[in-house]
Structures are given as structure tokens and as C-alpha cells.
């Protein structure tokens, strides 16, 4: 539960923070307009400053979120260079409309208009050095027109961007070395697993053929004793060439959980142990990281029904709706046991454990999965839900 509150704590505050950081940018384009850029050059009356101001602040941000949010991913950042040039010389073009426009109509209202003094009217002063001439395409036909445009309107959202662009530029390189670490560190956990794996093999194949000797002996003489030779034999196997592949089926992982559940339902009376497992929705079509589950599964007895000297349970869960797996593990604890349940690595030969277990779900189901756990004082439990169909 811990774990579940903090996903979406973080989720929140990230949220929060996005909606404070677009506040926090219309304020200062606000105030860069009014007391910066246009208040203090219009020597105007307050409607045409207010009106200009405002049709500034608008320039401004539709300038950036254009580029920010769309022709920055979609072009810039993908190396698109023709399809970025022509969406930012129709951005010139549509701001220069409205910068034409609105001087060009906003102009009978100036105090300049109505006296004949043009000398200190900013506005004026546009309209006859280059407006009058330019003409609706004068940001393409007339330099002088186009430069003014462009620091007129582009100047602040360029500033703006530029500073985007540097963050996202760190940004993406912190992210990729992120992934290189996470890379390396998942080659590194692969190869110690595989080595510990090889460790334990020995000669598989004469592992399996002394199984199956033992096997054929027992047949006839103990069937419960060859069953579970047999099932011993399928999580050896599982074990040895199931993590071969990136992704097995699920219900194969879910049959490997089933083998190692009987065997430990050999090892506990029945009368004082309860074992179960339910599945629903699992089809040949899902697929998953193998022995991804199966240190959720040790951990119900190595902390639970291993510590107990009284009755005791085990249930499994295992549901798969839209495409999503819910996995549930939920056991008994012992009375008055002081062990905390504690998230490190298996001791055993082959262990994955769980630290290792959420290293793996971090690279291999990134935001995608969601672990949780809650404890009370007679039970714990472990809910794992994963979007299979992402990855």
C-alpha cells in the first residue's frame, strides 16, 4: 500500500507542478507585455496600450506552445528540418497578419490620429515605416518589415524556447544515460543470474535423466512420489530454459507456480496448512518475463507459513482483465512474530528475490506496473498489477 500511495503522490505533485509552471508563464508574459515591451513604447492612450498588450501576450504564448508542444517534437527534435522550416514560416506569416491587422485598425483610436501629432505615436510610427508600404506578405518582400516582425513578436517566445530547448536537450541526455545504467545494470543482473543458473546445473542432462530414473522406479511402487519427481522435474527444466527467452506464456509461468505449490503442499500437512490458487481470464495469447512471479510466492512462506507452528494459508490470485494482470499473494503471519517482512535479495541458489524482482519490473514494465504491499498483524499481502499487452 505504501508503494501505491507514493505512485500517486507523485503523480499529483508532478500535475501540480505543470499547472504552477504555466501560471507562473502567463504571469511573466503578462508582465514582460505590459511594464517591458509594449506599456512603456506606446506613448498611447490606455486603450491602445491595453488592447496591444494583450494581443502580445497572446503572440507570446501561441508562439510558444505552438513550438513547445508540437513542431519542436515532431520536427526539431526528430531531425525534420524542411517540415520545422515551413511551420515556422507560417507561424511568421499568420503573426505578422495580425500584427498588420491590428495596427492597421487600431490606428483612428490612437490620440496621435485625432490630434496630427504622429511624431511620438509608436503605433503611428509603425504603420508609416512599415506597414503602409509592406502589404499583406511585406515579412517575406521587405527585410526591414521582417525584422521588425520578428523582434516585435518572436523575441520573447524565442528566449522562451531557447531555454525549453537546453532543458530538453539535458533532459533527454539524462534520460539516456539513465537507460544506458538501467541497461547495464539489467546485462549485469542477467549475467549473474545466468551464472547462478549454470552454477546449479551441473550436467542438466544428467539431472533429468536421474529424474526420470527415478521416475519410472517409483511409477509403480508410490504415485504420489513419481508425481512429485515429475513436477520437480518440470520446475527444473522451466527453471534452466524458461529464462532463455525475453517473454514465455503466461500460463506456463502460472503452471510453473502450480508445480512449486504442490511440492510445498507435500512438505506441509494439509491439516494445518491451506494452499490455493485461483486463475481467470488467462489466455495462450498473454505473455510475460519469466519467473518474474515466483518470489512473491517464496516470500508467502519464507516469511509466513515457514515461521508458523500453528495453521497457516497460502492464496493466489491470478486475473487478467483487459489485457491487465492482477496478481495477488496473500498468507498468514505468524502470532506475535517480531521478523519484519523485509524486501532483499533470496539467499537460495537461483533465487531471483524480491529487490531483484522489482529492479526487473522497473526495466522491463516501465510505468506500466504497480506494486503494492499491506500488512496487518495476522496477514500480508502483495498485489502486482501489470499491462502486458505494452511491452
Known amino acids: 500500500m505504501e508503494n501505491k500511495i507514493s505512485l500517486h503522490t507523485i503523480f499529483d505533485n508532478k500535475k501540480s507542478g505543470i499547472v504552477i509552471f504555466h501560471l507562473l508563464?502567463?504571469?511573466?508574459?503578462?508582465?514582460?507585455?505590459?511594464?517591458?515591451?509594449?506599456?512603456?513604447?506606446?506613448?498611447?492612450?490606455?486603450?491602445?496600450?491595453?488592447?496591444?498588450?494583450?494581443?502580445?501576450?497572446?503572440?507570446t504564448l501561441f508562439i510558444y506552445y505552438c513550438f513547445s508542444l508540437?513542431?519542436?517534437?515532431?520536427?526539431?527534435?526528430?531531425?525534420?528540418?524542411?517540415?520545422?522550416?515551413l511551420s515556422f514560416l507560417v507561424i511568421f506569416l499568420l503573426i505578422y497578419w495580425s500584427n498588420y491587422y491590428s495596427v492597421r485598425h487600431l490606428l483612428p483610436y490612437s490620440n496621435g490620429y485625432a490630434s496630427g501629432d504622429y511624431q511620438d505615436v509608436w503605433i503611428q510610427k509603425v504603420y508609416s515605416l512599415f506597414l503602409i508600404q509592406a502589404g499583406w506578405f511585406g515579412c517575406f518582400?521587405?527585410?526591414?518589415?521582417?525584422?521588425?516582425?520578428?523582434?516585435?513578436?518572436?523575441?520573447?517566445?524565442?528566449?522562451?524556447?531557447?531555454i525549453k530547448y537546453f532543458r530538453d536537450m539535458i533532459e533527454f541526455q539524462k534520460n539516456n544515460m539513465t537507460l544506458k545504467n538501467n541497461n547495464l545494470a539489467l546485462e549485469r543482473d542477467n549475467l549473474a543470474l545466468e551464472l547462478s543458473f549454470l552454477k546449479s546445473q551441473i550436467n542438466p542432462h544428467f539431472l533429468f535423466n536421474t529424474l526420470n530414473s527415478i521416475y519410472n522406479r517409483t511409477l509403480d511402487v508410490d504415485d504420489q512420489a513419481s508425481d512429485l519427481v515429475l513436477k520437480l522435474s518440470g520446475l527444473m527444466r522451466y527453471s534452466l530454459y524458461g529464462v532463455n527467452e525475453d517473454r514465455v506464456p503466461l500460463i506456463e509461468e502460472i503452471e510453473y507456480i502450480e508445480n512449486y505449490l504442490d511440492l510445498?503442499?507435500?512438505?506441509?500437512?494439509?491439516?494445518l496448512v491451506k494452499i490455493s490458487i485461483d486463475t481467470e481470464g488467462i489466455t495462450e495469447n498473454h505473455k510475460i518475463a519469466p519467473l518474474l512471479l515466483i518470489s512473491l510466492v517464496e516470500n508467502a512462506f519464507k516469511h509466513g507459513v515457514n515461521l508458523s507452528i500453528k495453521s497457516s494459508y497460502v492464496h493466489i490470485s491470478v486475473v487478467v482483465e483487459n489485457d491487465t494482470l492482477y496478481f495477488t499473494v496473500q498468507n498468514s503471519l505468524p502470532e506475535n512474530s517480531k521478523t519484519p517482512i523485509v524486501i532483499t535479495p533470496s539467499k537460495k541458489s537461483g533465487g531471483i528475490g524480491l529487490s531483484n524482482t522489482r529492479k526487473r519490473l522497473s526495466m522491463l514494465y516501465p510505468d506500466v506496473h504497480e506494486l503494492s504491499f499491506q500488512k496487518t498483524e495476522k496477514e500480508y499481502e502483495v498485489t502486482l498489477q501489470i499491462f502486458l499487452d505494452a511491452h
Not at 29 to 56: A, E, H, Q
Not at 70 to 85: E, N, T
Not at 141 to 153: G, L
Request: glycine letters at 2%; a positive charge; hydrophobic letters at 45%.
Open 70 to 85: 508540437f513542431i519542436f517534437p515532431r520536427y526539431l527534435y526528430k531531425k525534420k528540418v524542411i517540415p520545422f522550416a
Open 141 to 162: 518582400t521587405m527585410p526591414k518589415v521582417a525584422s521588425w516582425n520578428f523582434w516585435y513578436s518572436f523575441e520573447v517566445p524565442t528566449i522562451y524556447l531557447s
Open 264 to 271: 510445498e503442499k507435500y512438505r506441509h500437512s494439509s491439516d
Open 25 to 59: 508563464l502567463c504571469a511573466l508574459t503578462w508582465i514582460i507585455s505590459k511594464y517591458f515591451s509594449i506599456g512603456p513604447f506606446t506613448r498611447d492612450n490606455l486603450f491602445i496600450t491595453n488592447i496591444l498588450c494583450v494581443i502580445f501576450f497572446f503572440q
